[in-house]
């Protein structure tokens, strides 16, 4: 069984960045991905980033979020920039031995989930 831990979420006003880091507990799966979710709704795709480096951004983080990998240290990232008080969500890790895609469905491995708060 393969445990991812995520780390870095906080309390940020608009503007403001915060990185957030996903440790698998084994090896770096081929396929990651962020995805973050608020009370009442499902969980929306954020990043996804595949074994060869290509990544995949919602429309509404282009330009502002950077997802990237670090295989040596099993270490997902997430970089966020320029945030809006619309990024406030719980933000989970995800990760699947085989292509995934978007949906939230097909990825076996989750972390637990970090908060994130953007104030206005």
């Known amino acids: 069984q393969v445990q991812l831990l995520e780390s870095g979420g906080g309390s940020v006003q608009t503007g403001g960045s915060l990185r957030l880091s996903c440790t698998a507990s084994r090896y770096s799966f081929g396929y990651m991905g962020w995805f973050r979710q608020v009370p009442g709704k499902g969980r929306e795709g954020v990043a996804r980033?595949?074994?060869?480096?290509?990544?995949y951004y919602a429309d509404s983080v282009k330009g502002r979020f950077t997802i990237s990998r670090d295989n040596a240290k099993n270490t997902l990232y997430l970089h966020m920039n320029s945030l809006e008080p619309e990024d406030t969500a719980t933000y989970y890790c995800?990760?699947?031995?085989?292509?995934?895609?978007?949906?939230?469905?097909?990825?076996?491995?989750w972390g637990q989930g970090t908060q994130v708060t953007v104030s206005s």
């Open positions: 980033i595949n074994p060869s480096g290509t990544t």
């Open positions: 995800a990760a699947n031995p085989i292509y995934a895609g978007g949906s939230p469905d097909r990825y076996s491995y």
